[in-house]
């Protein structure tokens, strides 16, 4: 009896001891007597003692690997130093785990041979100013190399290129001398505005007190043709009046007196008076001085 318990405890230890628990995003590759059996995922599982193990256990999250800064040298023989980061995923647990040997280091020797050979077909220019050409092209090929080791590349990116410091202080130059050039056409570009606008502005200024000179003229003009058409009808209805009231010849020649007094007022310093007005002259200067005595 004392042997059956024993040999019960033993079991129960034996279970207890070969259970496993597999977390989320966890994969553990099964060996049963040294060959592949089968991938336990998330859940309980119990594991046969003696001839089952846990090979592997693989995370199936998405990794990331930043590499060193490697030298590589363009299609122009410039020699920069490129660090690149990967993105990666494991999609099956068995080819991961038999796939390659050592596949971290696989994926390493992988990226930078795939970079060189990249990188020498471009000139420095080119290497610069296409990242996102270089990044596609890794990408595709580092995930075709690597679908036999069941691993899944899903991005890559050059994090920084770092050229020979002769040539970054050339660049630089060069970025100061644009940068200067770009100020000077916008400086030139405004002040060429600024006198369009300045020109355009005396232009509609100039127009415009034409134009108000223009309408005062007329105005002037008008006032002018105004007053002339007034004093001309004034004259015309005074004429009219004087004839409706059929005049004499008494009140003809007063008239005719007035009008050389209003003669007289102006700049003439001689007067012509004609004959058949003398008479009347003399008789209204004798009435004058008739009236003067009275």
């Not at 989320?24 to 001839?51: C, D, M, N």
């Not at 008076?273 to 009236?291: D, F, R």
Request: neutral net charge; hydrophobic residues 45%.
């Amino acid at each position: 009896m004392g042997i059956v318990i024993a040999v019960a405890v033993v079991l129960f230890i034996l279970i207890i001891a070969n259970i496993r628990v597999v977390p989320q995003a966890k994969a553990y590759v099964i060996e049963r007597l040294g060959a592949f059996s089968t991938v336990w995922g998330v859940g309980i599982h119990v594991k046969i003692p003696l001839i089952e193990r846990v090979a592997k256990i693989v995370s199936l999250k998405e990794q990331v690997l930043d590499y060193p800064p490697q030298p590589v040298i363009t299609k122009d023989n410039v020699t920069m130093q490129i660090d690149t980061v990967v993105y990666f995923q494991i999609t099956d647990p068995k080819l991961y785990t038999y796939g390659v040997e050592y596949p971290m280091v696989a994926m390493e020797t992988l990226t930078a041979t795939t970079l060189r050979n990249i990188i020498g077909d471009l000139e420095l220019d080119q290497t610069l100013t296409s990242r996102d050409v270089i990044n596609t092209k890794m990408r595709a090929i580092l995930d075709e190399v690597t679908d036999p080791w069941g691993i899944k590349v899903n991005r890559v990116e050059l994090k920084n290129i770092l050229p020979p410091q002769d040539i970054q202080s050339s660049m630089e130059k060069q970025m100061k001398a644009e940068r200067d050039r770009r100020q000077a056409i916008l400086q030139a570009e405004g002040q060429k505005k600024s006198a369009i606008l300045i020109a355009e502005g005396e232009k509609e200024s100039a127009i415009l007190r034409a134009d108000a000179e223009k309408q005062a003229a007329i105005l002037k003009a008008e006032g002018e043709a105004q007053a002339i058409l007034a004093v001309q009808k004034a004259t015309a209805d005074a004429l009219k009046i004087l004839n409706e009231a059929c005049p004499n010849d008494q009140v003809i020649k007063l008239k005719s007196i007035e009008a050389m007094q209003n003669i007289a007022n102006g700049q003439a310093t001689k007067i012509i008076i004609p004959s058949e007005m003398q008479g009347l002259v003399g008789m209204a200067t004798g009435l004058v001085e008739g009236v003067k005595e009275k």
